[in-house]
């Protein structure tokens, strides 16, 4: 079943032209059109289906910096910040809260590894308590258990999945931009090699600048331009609670996190739990991900056919004039593994009593897409006007304002609010995408 999510009413006519058309109404599509109208940008976000109703409003809602990547550590600081001035902005609540991230282990490793990472985070300004056995166990007292220790990220928090997208999407309206659902984006136009238009199912819009933020659709659209992107995704499965059980907001351990919802109930999940669903594009890149599975193996599981009857990671090339993958599946809404949905309930009254008598509200799946190296791929594309900002790995929903922010610094021209490098596709394939440019 899909995921809560906030519907939202928006334009149903698409424009002849735009400065700028971002394709994707999830969290990183919608940041990056409402930073491009919020320069006074001509942006159209084009959403072949509802605006965040696919990976947007299927995670757990956590905004954090604890234990990110150091590449990805200073989007993800930028990004809290752009996350606490949003509600005033729009006039509409997001449902950010830096409520603090709680982890507790009885692993005395997990434990050091989070200690190396506050030793690391001190050098770039990010505030992490380590918590004592005694300090761990009082916080976790919900889970009546004692806890070797944990961490306390008291500045990260988390925000609802079911409003953000449709928030920040409102949030374009107010500033002028064009908000499109139920129109997909078959391809572009080019004229002497460069984006001159894009092709919707309801006509063409002229521009010379597109953002491609399709998340798990991604590959197979640039496909369709000759472009070589490595991209995967994994289908993740997860539940919500109804409201009454008191418990930390948001809380991890290694066998079951929880996240409070703005309805009061909380979503469960366990870390990195997936199925691998055979896809003809997890065939073609399964070389350039097989580190990553192997290192992943013990959460991973096969899946199974789902992946290649919904059409996301296809290999087929598709004509403009005709219906495309994308109007077929308007909404990935892959069915949740039931085993894992049983494991995770069963994990969660085990550890936090207070669940035991309180009643499932809803369980669902998403696919999350990746990149061989677990970063977002940002960038520009050796088609001139044409970006990329796709595979998030999982940590697209927390960054999402500080990759929007640096998509429309990126197209602006403007000082990048991050260094972007780090983040170019050119990485991945460098004899597809070219050289990184300095910045």
Known sequence: MPAPLMQIETDAVVPAQAD??????????????????????????????????????RNWGWCRQQNRDARELPISTRSLDLWDD????????????????????????????????????????????????????????????????????????????????PVIALGIEKLGGRVVQNCAARGLELEAGAVSGVVTERGLIRTRTVVMAGGAWASSFVRQMGLRFPQASVRSSILSVAPGAELPDAVHTKYISITRRGDGGHTLAVSGAARVDVTPQQVRFWGKFLPMFFKRRKSLAPGGVQGWQSGHETLSRWALDRETPM?????????????????????????????????????????????????????????????????????????????????????????????????????????????????
């Open 20 to 57: 700028v058309v971002v394709i994707g109404g999830g969290i990183v599509g919608t940041c990056a059109a409402y930073y491009l109208a919020k320069r006074g940008v001509s942006v159209v976000l084009l959403e072949k289906g509802r605006i965040g109703a696919e990976q947007s409003s």
């Open 86 to 165: 949003l509600s005033a902005e729009i006039g509409m609540d997001p449902g950010f809260r830096r409520c603090g991230l709680l982890y507790l282990s009885n692993d005395e490793a997990e434990i050091a590894g989070w200690a190396r990472w506050r030793d690391f985070a001190k050098g770039e300004g990010v505030v992490t308590h380590m918590l004592s056995a005694a300090e761990a166990s009082e916080r976790g007292h919900a889970s009546g258990r004692k806890w070797a220790g944990g961490v306390f990220s008291p500045t990260d928090g988390t925000a609802d999945p079911s409003r953000a997208a």
């Open 327 to 439: 109007e077929r599946m308007r909404i990935l809404d892959p069915r949740p593994d039931r085993s894992q949905i049983d494991l995770t309930l069963g994990r969660a009254r085990e550890i936090f009593p207070a669940l035991r008598d309180t009643p499932v509200a809803a369980s669902w799946a998403g696919y999350i897409d990746s990149t061989p190296d677990g970063v977002p791929a940002i960038g520009e594309t050796r088609i001139p006007g044409l970006m990329l900002a796709a595979g998030f790995s999982g940590h697209g929903f927390g960054i999402g304002p500080g990759a929007g922010h640096l998509i429309a610094d990126l197209v602006t021209g403007t000082d990048p609010i991050v260094d972007p490098k780090p983040y170019h596709p050119a990485r991945l394939d460098e004899s597809v995408w070219g050289k990184v440019a300095d910045f």
